[in-house]
């Protein structure tokens, strides 16, 4: 239990900022409109914050129960679950973060060209499609789940093959995660380089933040990812001391990505931040009113409603940096 306790601590607060963080990004930006982006890039950080919270119950949460339990406490439904379907988040971090990040790219190098929101829409679906196509190449394959003890999670029987193995790796690894990362860190030293000219420039100061923002999110993804990839290296070079080691340390760090972001999202954006605190410090004021009123015998209704909001902040319209 000592020798848990590290993963633990981390694992319990990786699970409450996944959960909690995620879930304030979708509710706050969709029913407060509490995000300060253009309407492009707030629909490609709802999909990223989607992502981020599935990864939570397929990824995040398996581990964290095993850990904390010491053996897989889900069932078999939820080990096979836990095991085809982590792809799914995964892939759409790597495809969602590229895409915003070239969005804001071509933003930045093309500042009067229109975007159309309905094709923004279809292409997010597009990418959902292509991540859930990973779940179906497993399925094909007779995909069955493994519990890792090591790493305190089931892991898929495609690995045990070498053809399948090799014909997953590359589909998946290569072409899915491995380069779209590489692209983003090219994408992203283009950027960081546009927004330090930006800073300097008083016309194109309007896009600054939201390429700060942009690049720290990629920056976050490049972090968070990067062992992972060279832990999946390790596998292909069949070293699998190495490899066991690499893909413990890389399935913990890779949390760094969906914990981060709403944490990003505060940094960047004083909107977002006002609003949660906002929300958050009137939704405890009601609650405990209404205990105290339930403890009085009292009748008392909620105090606020969310028209109680600021109304310039709930009804100031969305801007594009």
């Given amino acids: 239990m000592e020798q848990r306790a590290p993963l633990i601590i981390f694992d319990t607060i990786a699970i409450l900022l996944v959960f909690f963080g995620n879930g304030a990004v979708l509710y706050f930006s969709i029913r407060y409109n509490a995000i300060k982006l253009d309407k492009i890039s707030l629909i490609f950080v709802q999909n990223l914050a989607a992502a981020d919270f599935l990864m939570g119950v397929f990824f995040v949460l398996p581990i964290w129960s095993s850990i904390v339990a010491g053996r897989f406490v889900l069932g078999d439904f939820g080990c096979y679950i836990s095991a085809q379907l982590p ?162 340390f890389s399935y913990h760090f890779s949390m760094l990505n969906c914990i981060g972001n709403p944490i990003l999202y505060t940094l960047t954006n004083r909107r977002f931040a006002r609003f949660a605190t906002q929300i958050c410090h009137r939704k405890l004021t009601e609650w405990s009113n209404n205990k105290s009123s339930s403890a009085t015998g009292g009748g008392g209704g909620e105090i606020g409603g969310d028209s109680n909001i600021n109304a310039n902040n709930s009804v100031e319209p969305q801007q594009t940096n």
């Fill in 87 to 248: 792809f799914l988040p995964w892939i759409m971090n790597s495809l969602l973060v590229f895409s915003i990040t070239a969005y804001r790219l071509l933003v930045a190098t093309n500042p009067f060209r229109t975007v159309s929101v309905l094709i923004v829409r279809i292409f997010c679906g597009i990418l959902w499609a292509v991540g859930l196509s990973v779940f179906a190449i497993q399925l094909g394959f007779g995909s069955t789940a493994e519990f890792e003890g090591y790493a305190g999670k089931c892991a898929s029987s495609i690995y045990k093959d070498e053809k399948t193995e090799t014909l997953f790796l590359v589909y998946v690894v290569i072409c899915l995660s491995l380069t779209p990362l590489c692209l983003v860190i090219i994408l992203n030293a283009i950027l960081g380089v546009i927004a330090f000219r930006s800073s300097k420039c008083v016309r194109a100061r309007s896009h600054y933040k939201g390429l700060i923002m942009v690049c720290f999110l990629s920056g976050l993804f490049i972090i968070s990812w990067l062992p992972w990839g060279i832990s999946t290296l390790a596998k292909l070079a069949h070293n699998p001391i190495t490899w066991k080691f690499m893909r413990l």
